[in-house]
Nanobody, 123 residues
Framework: QVQLVESGGGSVQAGGSLRLSCVAS????????AAWFRQAQGKEREEVAS???????TYTDSVKGRFTISRDSATKTLYLQMNSLKPEDTATYYC?????????????????WGQGTQVTVSA
């Protein structure tokens, strides 16, 4: 069984930074494809960034140049560095993991999900 546990959320002012972490445990290879999603109140869940098994990253347009997804394979930790935060980045952020994939895959492909961590950005 795979478990994903996020941390690092919090409240910041616009322009600030946060780094989210997601630690995997259980039967989980450190090179599994993974992603960060977010869901704001009253809105649908959206993918923020993903990283495949070759460490190729993709980002949604609204976070390009501000967010960076990365991982530490030794500790099975996925990161999301978020800079220049905006109020519209306020949401619950979830990490997700799948398998050994190359390229970009739809959200429904991910088998494992974390419980979420809240990010609140004030103007």
């Amino acid at each position: 069984q795979v478990q994903l546990v996020e941390s690092g959320g919090g409240s910041v002012q616009a322009g600030g930074s946060l780094r989210l972490s997601c630690v995997a445990s259980g039967y989980h290879y450190p090179t599994f494809a993974a992603a960060w999603f977010r869901q704001a109140q009253g809105k649908e869940r959206e993918e923020v960034a993903s990283i495949d098994s070759a460490d190729s990253a993709t980002y949604t347009d609204s976070v390009k140049g501000r967010f960076t997804i990365s991982r530490d394979s030794a500790t099975k930790t996925l990161y999301l560095q978020m800079n220049s935060l905006k109020p519209e980045d306020t949401a619950t952020y979830y990490c997700a993991s799948g398998g050994t994939w190359y390229g970009h895959f739809p959200p429904g492909s991910y088998s494992y999900w974390g419980q979420g961590t809240q990010v609140t950005v004030s103007a």
